[in-house]
């Protein structure tokens, strides 16, 4: 409520209900366009935001068996006071679309960690649900790192590709906090997957890999307390329904905004701290040379910059 009275409006009515018209892309994405539509919700005072049916059945391409049950009509508790606003000038000036390529923008990481919490965690499928919830083990109480990595699809996805972190990201967060455990999740020719299950046990560490399902892969990242982020809604997603995260680790200077869309930025929320790492890229020429592979393969330890720190209190663009 503090953020809608304090927001600037432009002239057009804010409507009566929100709508998200169909499901776009895979969880990760679901996930998004439930907490985006909910933000736009609470911004206009509208109450009632509706959503496609569910997609039931595992192993289909926008499965959510297990992950998301929505309702088709979710109520949002108080008045609806609508009429007595209008639209925010960082919304779209239409409230019926997918809410994932047109969502309000520059909407702090801890207002959407709140919306997630309050109004997407309730309905997530039973077993990520009881999942999330289950006793903590020895190996995750060790001070774990939990790496995601997206391998399954960026070898069709070039601009997704150049997004993901280098090698030398992995190297550098292992070495300057002084893990010994690190827990891989990936799926598919990750480039810098057999890299890390190769650096590891020669520098000391101990690399587990998880290539499970989605639903056990969702859980693992949404339970570990110093989790890396791939350039991915799917890890995005899972930091924040994660009552247990305190160190994000991610990549700076990845098209977060402009081409993920997803929800993370740097005004993170309490009792959590991201550490940023940037790379020299001269983007419009590798994009045209085609290859990212070797550009994340390859790119020196010397030259990562950072990690530059965002917290609680830091602006959502610094």
């Given at each position: ?48 935001v ?66 997630a ?7 997530l ?7 999330i ?36 990201m ?67 997603s ?18 977060w ?62």
């Amino acid at each position: 409520n503090s953020l809608r009275e304090t927001i600037p409006r432009g002239k057009a009515k804010c409507p009566p209900l929100v709508r998200v018209d169909n499901w776009n892309g895979r969880i990760g994405n679901h996930y998004h366009q439930v907490i985006q539509s909910v933000v736009a919700a609470l911004l206009c005072g509208i109450n009632e935001v509706h959503y496609p049916p569910h997609v039931s059945g595992k192993g289909k391409y926008q499965q959510q068996e297990g992950l998301l049950d929505m309702p088709r009509t979710l109520v949002l508790p108080g008045e609806d006071v609508s009429d007595e606003y209008t639209i925010p000038t960082m919304c779209p000036a239409r409230f019926t679309h997918n809410w994932y390529h047109m969502p309000c923008k520059a909407i702090p990481a801890w207002y959407y960690r709140q919306v997630a919490v309050t109004y997407l965690q309730p309905h997530l499928g039973d077993e990520v649900s009881e999942c999330i919830k289950a006793p903590r083990t020895a190996f995750e109480e060790d001070n774990l790192l939990t790496i995601h990595m997206r391998g399954d699809d960026i070898g069709a996805y070039q601009q997704y590709a150049w997004a993901q972190p280098p090698c030398s990201m992995y190297e550098k967060i292992i070495k300057d906090e002084g893990y010994r455990n690190v827990l891989l999740i990936k799926r598919g020719n990750a480039p810098c997957g057999k890299w890390l299950e190769t650096w590891g046990p020669k520098n000391g560490v101990n690399v587990q890999k998880s290539e499970k399902s989605v639903q056990q892969d969702f859980c693992t990242m949404a339970r570990a307390r110093n989790l890396v982020l791939s350039f991915s809604s799917f890890a995005v997603s899972a930091a924040f329904l994660n009552p247990e995260v305190q160190k994000i680790y991610r990549r700076k200077d990845a098209a977060w905004e402009s081409l993920l869309r997803a929800l993370m930025n740097c005004a993170v929320w309490k009792g959590v701290k991201m550490f940023e790492y940037e790379f020299r890229l001269t983007h419009t020429k590798d994009l045209q040379d085609g290859k990212a592979f070797d550009f994340l393969q390859e790119f020196p330890l010397k030259e990562v910059k950072g990690p530059f720190i965002c917290e609680y209190g830091s602006p959502v663009n610094p």
